[in-house]
């Protein structure tokens, strides 16, 4: 994955773009939702690093450091894992797998 996103001008965009593909693939407004406010989540803490940059790196550390400790239930961090995980992929042009219902999709972005 070779992304660089400053947090401050760019990122907000990039999140904006990969929710509307995850609503045009007929993901619920919900799990849109829950997506945007995991994804905020990291930003904060991103914001709160002395170089304000999304990358790879600093989402690991947040992955890491920061979701663990959080006060949320174990199902809600495993969302926001997988959350981030699927951000990271559509950044790095990744295929990854779209899960609706019963229906898996494969997709690049």
Do not use: W
């Not at 239930?73 to 495993?78: A, D, G, Y």
């Not at 042009?93 to 997709?107: L, M």
């Amino acid at each position: 994955m070779d992304f660089q996103i400053n947090i401050h001008t760019d990122f907000e965009s990039h999140v904006e773009q990969f929710l509307l593909e995850l609503l045009e693939r007929g993901y619920s407004q919900n799990t849109v939702k829950g997506y945007r406010s995991y994804l905020n989540r990291m930003k904060k803490y991103i914001l709160s690093l002395q170089e304000p940059v999304y990358t790879e790196k600093t989402a690991h550390t947040f992955m890491e450091n920061a979701v663990p400790d959080l006060p949320v239930s174990t199902s809600s961090r495993k969302h926001i894992l997988t959350s981030i995980r699927r951000f990271n992929d559509y950044l790095s042009g990744s295929p990854y797998i779209f899960r609706i219902g019963n229906c898996e999709t494969s997709s690049k972005s």
